[in-house]
Nanobody, 122 residues
């Protein structure tokens, strides 16, 4: 089975920084796109940042200039460096990955993590 486990969330003051990590583990053959999404209470889940296996990145307008997504393919891990955090960044952040399994190396499925809570407050 494949699991995505997020870490790095917590409470931070406005203007502060956090670095989220998400590691994929299990019987993985290949990982293509990986991304971060967030969901605040009562709101829809929105894309924050997405990265391809080659490292190209796309960001939501709200994240541009403040957040940086990166990945370590050898570790099947994706990171989200969040700087200049604002109260409106408060949400549960979810990692997602497009993964193929050892038993089916050409079939990719989206896998989601359990989420990690980021709270930006004084």
């Amino acid at each position: 089975q494949v699991q995505l486990v997020e870490s790095g969330g917590g409470l931070v003051q406005p203007g502060g920084s956090l670095r989220l990590s998400c590691a994929a583990s299990g019987s993985i053959y290949s990982v293509n796109a990986m991304g971060w999404y967030r969901q605040a209470p009562g709101k829809q889940r929105d894309l924050v940042a997405l990265t391809t296996r080659g490292g190209s990145a796309n960001y939501a307008d709200s994240a541009k200039g403040r957040f940086t997504i990166s990945r370590d393919n050898a570790k099947n891990t994706v990171y989200l460096q969040m700087n200049s955090l604002k109260p409106e960044d408060t949400a549960v952040y979810y990692c997602a990955a497009d993964v193929s399994l050892v038993g089916r190396p050409t079939t990719f499925r989206a896998v989601w993590g359990q989420g990690t809570l980021v709270t930006v407050s004084a």
